[in-house]
Structure formats: structure tokens, C-alpha cells
């Protein structure tokens, strides 16, 4: 049976073989003219598939664009350069602007129950080198490098391995693979969709060269020697890796390469010529030539953005630079929008469970105690006095845009009641004060309660000076303790943080086909649990599992959505989740819904003056599909 998720060549009966009359003069981009003229680079017809992906803009409501020009943006280290891949947001399958699973490197695919998947791939379709993508790519992938010992010691991404097994993978033909599970594996496709894609293809006639079975040991030695790696699967690693782009010479599939090898200051990306979208007038996208991106400390870059240095900006601002960016619009040629952020809660407080202090772990794992936490904030003051108003308070749970959403979620122990705060408070044991009128704990301490963050956002710490007159207001003392990002995730992880405060749930504007893990301990940085998340991560090796029983029931919840592939019981396995996890207040959402700010230059066209910003699904600007943004010719 051919699931909802069973795609047979979407967009195929728009799309027609691109002939040669398609590759004539006036569509080719100008950038390209002078390898065109060499003839080092093929015409238009014969860089694209034979059906390549056309992306209809005028049903999308934007405009056909013009080839041309260069967008700087800037980044807060070497390693962002990661946003290139995840803006370019070229993926096997991948969503649309309303959250739908589309083909895009493929042609097509089928989802059998989501046990059986079969993929097709575009005719003619070529990385970025010029070499075609064929099931060989793929069978290179699954056979020596996810299969090889050395270049995968884990045995596989938990999204490949169901029950602890691995799926069948078989090549129908050059152009089809398929790959089989027992038992269902929802993860499969949205983790292809993901920012960070789970890796199943590779240029295997590139890749191969740094390869021992493929690969003379004394060529494979010197490779080795040139790039200073001790071992051969190190090489690999090194020169395959696509998330984060460092190698200029590995052949990609993206909208733009990268053409800098790192350490640099300035990052240059061209645009792929090989690239398998076009527009319905038959453009090659993306419009636009060249990226570059230059390197600045994290803490200038609104600085920077506002001073004119950026044509494309939404990584490295915040709301609370929103009003500095507006008035910028008056020195210089760019405009600045708000879009809503995914977030289940922009800010979040979350207090640890596997905290190692006793009475401290006994308290937060006391569902009392959480409750009376967030019932003793003032949500409304928050929101008026940081997002002026523009936020909604609301736990930390799926925003009105998601399918999912139901406002019991959203107001579930929210209220601002600082008596029935107080009267939870005295149930949990904490009835006695100290001179300060201070609460005492079981064991007599006084209740000071530190928050730590890693003091990367002005939001956070505005955030916690009201809620340090908030709970101050219940007895409870709050102390803030900023630290470097890599010392608060190993203290958090090692269950030396009392509480942090940091970003609510990822994804906000979830479906039932999506996975629900966000609400159960999945993860290691969800720092409510993180120990109970490695355990998870870990498939069992490290860190422990959960003792309490109402995170224990998320974990078997969460894995009751994943043996479904019924819509109807997905859906309800996910209102039981948010129902329980927000009741359970495991964090403690503030408000949501607030804005990003979103700068471009006044003649970059086809941006959305709205949107929905955030890292998974939406992949910040990727499903608006930047390869489609263009530079018109005024000033």
C-alpha cells in the first residue's frame, strides 16, 4: 500500500525536456560567459537534468528574476560557513513554504508505509564538477562508507537504525535505489529534509581517491602527508564533509560552492553551474552569482549589519537589535523585516533533573514545584517590557501555526498567580523562611537558585532581571552565572547546572509526521534532562536512563509514533505528548511567537516580507528557497 507521503514525479507534468533552443544566449548567465566561450563548460541544456526541477515563482507569488551580482553577508566564525548549505537548502527531498515533503535533488520518491522507500533520481542530473549523480553515489555511500568499520564506528545514524538494524538497500537501476525496513522508520525522510541532512550519497568518483580500497597506498600516503591527517578514514572525513563545506573541491549539489579553503577571513561562494533548478522561463537558478561571506566576532555583527557591511542578514541579530537595524534604513539602501521565530518559547527556563545536588534534584523533579516556578513569572510584563508587546506569553509548547496546536497546550500553568505559587510552594515542603524572607529548603539551605547561560543573548539576561523580582516575590532568590558556551554545555551535561535559561522547544510549527522527540529526553542539550538524553543518544552506553515515570511515558510515547505510520494515531501519540509535557512543565516556557529581524539590501527581491524563521524545518531562510532571491538594477 502507497502511503500519503508516496510522491510519483511531482511537478513532472509541468516539467518537459529541456531542449537545446532552452539553452540559448540570453538564458545562460553572464557570469559564465567566458568558460562558456572556452567551451570548458557545456550549455545550458546539457549541464541540468533532462527534467529538472522548475520552480514555478509567479504561482508562488514572486517574480521571475535576472541573473547577476554579489550578496555579502557575515558570519561569527569559520564554522558558519555551514549556512551557505543549510540557505541553499538543496536536499534529496525536502519542504516547501507550507511544511509539505517535496522531491528535489530526486525526481521522485515512494514511501510504503514508511517501511519501503524507492528513490528516483533526475536523468542527467550532475554535481557541481560536472560528474552525473547516478544509484552509484549511493551504493558508494551505503557500502564503503556508511558499511565501512573506520569511517563509521557507530554503526549508523539513529535514523537508519530501527530496532538496532540497519535497512536493505538495493540499486533497481542507474537511476533508482530502495531502501527497506522492518518496522516503520518515520525519522527517514524528514532527516533527509533536516539542516544538518542525514548523509546518504556522495561523489564517489571524487571520494573514491581518498578511499583505501580504492585508492594506491603510497598516492593514498601523500594525500594523507599533504592534508596532515595520521589516518586514512581521517582524510576521508575530512575532504567529504558536506554540512560544513571546507573542501572547495568536493563536488556538491547546492546553489552555490564554496571556492575558500579555511583559515580565511572571507569566504567565497560561486554559483553551482550544474545546479538542477530553473525557473518556468527556463533561468538556471539561483540568480544571484556570489556570496561572500566575511568573518567577524559574534558581538559586532549587528554593528557591522547596521553600518551597511551586509546585503543578507539574519544569523548574528536579534529582536533586541530590531530598533538600531530600522533606523539604518535611513543611511542605507536596505530594508529590515520581522519575521515569527519556530520556537516553542523564545526564552525558556529550564530546571534540571539530573542535577547533582539531592534536595535540589528532589525539588525540580517535583511537579509542584515547576508549577509554582511558572506561576510566579509575570508573562505580560515580560512580553511588554522586552518584546514590546509583540510576543505571546505561552508555555513552551507548538504555535498557533502548526496543525498540532490547541490553547490548553499554550496556557498551561501560565497565569500569573503568585498565591497559588506561594501555596505550592509551602505543599513541596519550603513553608519556612529565613530573616531575608528567603524559602528553606527540606534540609534547611536557603532556596538561592543560580541560572546559568551562556550569555550570548542581551534577551536573556533582560529576561531574568524580572524574574529575579518575580520569584524574589515568593521567597525564592535568584542568582544569574554567564559562562562560555563550551563550559556551560559540559557543566549542564554533567549535571552541575541547577537551571539554565536558553531556547524553548525547535520546532514550534510541528505536523503529526513529524518526530516528537523535542518532547522526551532525546538529546544531551536538552537541558532539563541531559543526562537521561545522552542515555537515549547513546542507544543505552552512557548516562542513565529515566527514573521518573512521567518522562519515562514521553520516551514510550515517543517511540509508540515512531512503530505508526497511520496519521490518525500519530496525531493523537503527539497530543498526548504536548498535553503531558506541558502540564508536567518540564520547561518553562515565557513567551512565543516573538520576531527575528530579517535584513536585505533594498534591491535583493523575492524575500518574503514575512515568514517563519528558525533552524528545524524551516532552515532559517532555506525553504524560502534564497536560490530564487535576485538582484534588481535600481539603487
Request: with cysteine; net charge neutral.
Amino acid at each position: 500500500m502507497v502511503t500519503r507521503r508516496t510522491v510519483l514525479g511531482a511537478l513532472a507534468s509541468a516539467m518537459v525536456p529541456v531542449t537545446a533552443k532552452a539553452a540559448d544566449r540570453e538564458r545562460e548567465p553572464e557570469f559564465l560567459e567566458d568558460r562558456l566561450r572556452a567551451t570548458s563548460l557545456p550549455p545550458l541544456a546539457q549541464r541540468i537534468p533532462k527534467r529538472p526541477r522548475i520552480i514555478n515563482l509567479k504561482a508562488m507569488g514572486r517574480v521571475p528574476g535576472q541573473y547577476g551580482g554579489t550578496l555579502r553577508t557575515i558570519i561569527g566564525s569559520q564554522k558558519d560557513i555551514r549556512f551557505m548549505t543549510i540557505y541553499g537548502y538543496a536536499r534529496l527531498v525536502g519542504y516547501d513554504e507550507h511544511l509539505v515533503l517535496q522531491p528535489d535533488v530526486l525526481e521522485s520518491f515512494q514511501s510504503e508505509n514508511d517501511t519501503v522507500f524507492t528513490f528516483t533520481i533526475r536523468d542527467g542530473h550532475k554535481w557541481s564538477d560536472g560528474s552525473l549523480l547516478t544509484a552509484d553515489d549511493f551504493s558508494y555511500w551505503w557500502n564503503d562508507v556508511l558499511l565501512n568499520a573506520d569511517l563509521t564506528p557507530g554503526g549508523g545514524a539513529l535514523e537508519l537504525r530501527i530496532d538496532g538494524k540497519l535497512p536493505r538497500f538495493e540499486v533497481l537501476d542507474p537511476l533508482t535505489v530502495r531502501y527497506s525496513w522492518e518496522s516503520p522508520n518515520p525519522f527517514f525522510l524528514p532527516s533527509l529534509a533536516a539542516p544538518q541532512a542525514l548523509a546518504i550519497v556522495g561523489p564517489s568518483v571524487y571520494l573514491k581517491k581518498f578511499h583505501k580500497d580504492y585508492q594506491d597506498k603510497f598516492r593514498l600516503a601523500a594525500l594523507m602527508k599533504e592534508n596532515r591527517v595520521k589516518k586514512w578514514a581521517d582524510l576521508h572525513i575530512k575532504m567529504a564533509r558536506q554540512y560544513r563545506p571546507e573542501n572547495p573541491e568536493l563536488p556538491v549539489l547546492d546553489p552555490w560552492r564554496n571556492m575558500t579553503a579555511p583559515p580565511a577571513e572571507q569566504f567565497v561562494f560561486e554559483r553551482n553551474p550544474f545546479f538542477h533548478r530553473v525557473d518556468e522561463n527556463g533561468r538556471q537558478l539561483p540568480y544571484v552569482d556570489r556570496f561572500i561571506l566575511n568573518v567577524s566576532s559574534p558581538t559586532i555583527i549587528p554593528a557591522k549589519t547596521g553600518a551597511g557591511e551586509s546585503d543578507l542578514q539574519a544569523t548574528g541579530v536579534d529582536f533586541a537589535d530590531y530598533t538600531f537595524l530600522k533606523e539604518a534604513e535611513k543611511r542605507y539602501p536596505i530594508k529590515v523585516d520581522l519575521w515569527k521565530t519556530i520556537r516553542g518559547s523564545r526564552i525558556a527556563i529550564l530546571p534540571n533533573l539530573n542535577c547533582l545536588d539531592d534536595s535540589w534534584r528532589a525539588l525540580f523533579r517535583e511537579v509542584r514545584f515547576r508549577r509554582a516556578l511558572s506561576l510566579a513569572i509575570d508573562r505580560h510584563e515580560i512580553n511588554m517590557a522586552v518584546f514590546y508587546g509583540l510576543g505571546t506569553p505561552s508555555a513552551d509548547t507548538v504555535l498557533p501555526e502548526s496543525p498540532l496546536y490547541k490553547p490548553e497546550y499554550a496556557k498551561a500553568w501560565i497565569d500569573f498567580d503568585p498565591a497559588k505559587a506561594n501555596a505550592l510552594l509551602d505543599e513541596v515542603g519550603m513553608q519556612n523562611r529565613n530573616d531575608d524572607g528567603i524559602r528553606l529548603l527540606p534540609d534547611g539551605r536557603p532556596a538561592e537558585i543560580t541560572v546559568e547561560t551562556p550569555g550570548e543573548s542581551t534577551l536573556d539576561v533582560d529576561v531574568l532581571e524580572l524574574v529575579t523580582d518575580h520569584w524574589r516575590k515568593v521567597g525564592l532568590a535568584l542568582y544569574t552565572r554567564t559562562s562560555q558556551r563550551d563550559i556551560f554545555r559540559s557543566r549542564a551535561q554533567g549535571g552541575r547546572i541547577m537551571m539554565s535559561i536558553g531556547l524553548g522547544i525547535p520546532n514550534g510549527v510541528a505536523t503529526a509526521d513529524m518526530n516528537p522527540g523535542q518532547l522526551a529526553p532525546t538529546a544531551d542539550d536538552q537541558y532539563q534532562w541531559p543526562v537521561w538524553g545522552r542515555h537515549y543518544l547513546s542507544v543505552g552506553q552512557n548516562g542513565q536512563a529515566p527514573d521518573l515515570p512521567e518522562a519515562q511515558e514521553l520516551l514510550d510515547l515517543q517511540n509508540s509514533w515512531r512503530k505508526s505510520a497511520h496519521m490518525p494515531e500519530r496525531t493523537e501519540i503527539w497530543h498526548k505528548m504536548l498535553s503531558l509535557y506541558t502540564d508536567q512543565v518540564f520547561s518553562i516556557g515565557l513567551v512565543n511567537g516573538t520576531l527575528q529581524p530579517i535584513l536585505r539590501s533594498s534591491r535583493l527581491q523575492n524575500v518574503p516580507d514575512k515568514g517563519l524563521y528558525g533552524f528545524d524545518p524551516t532552515c532559517y531562510l532555506g525553504i524560502y528557497m534564497p536560490d530564487t532571491f535576485w538582484l534588481s538594477g535600481e539603487k
